[in-house]
Nanobody, 126 residues
Framework: QVRLVESGGGSVQAGGSLRLSCAAS????????MAWFRQAPGKEREFVAA????????RYADSVRGRFTISRDNAAARLYLQMDRLSAEDTAVYFC???????????????????WGQGTQVTVSA
């Protein structure tokens, strides 16, 4: 089972940027489809962005498309989320998720079967 550790969260003013990172403890990182989810206080966990295990395909939630960019460095076994033009609505705990050789749709729709990190807090003040 892959172990995931997120970092890069923090507090920022609206309009600012943050870059989240997820370090994976596996030699086979390149074979994992990866994603970011988030959960705001009192709300359900929601999908943010995903990238295929070959890195050629990405998918974004409508609420972040055009502001967030997901990327991966397979050699470093790291996943990233560049978040620009942040707003208060982006405040949440952000989680990294992984699924071995799965498609993005399955990673998103069957998320309970994913491997998860512990999360990193992002707080955006208005």
């Amino acid at each position: 089972q892959v172990r995931l550790v997120e970092s890069g969260g923090g507090s920022v003013q609206a309009g600012g940027s943050l870059r989240l990172s997820c370090a994976a403890s596996t030699l086979g990182f390149g074979s994992y489809a990866m994603a970011w989810f988030r959960q705001a206080p009192g709300k359900e966990r929601e999908f943010v962005a995903a990238i295929s295990w070959k890195g050629g395909a990405t998918r974004y939630a409508d609420s972040v498309r055009g502001r967030f960019t997901i990327s991966r460095d397979n050699a470093a076994a790291r996943l990233y989320l560049q978040m620009d033009r942040l707003s208060a609505e982006d405040t949440a705990v952000y989680f990294c998720a992984a699924r071995y050789r799965e498609t993005i749709p399955t990673l998103v729709s069957d998320s309970d079967s994913n491997a998860w990190g512990q999360g990193t807090q992002v707080t955006v003040s208005a």
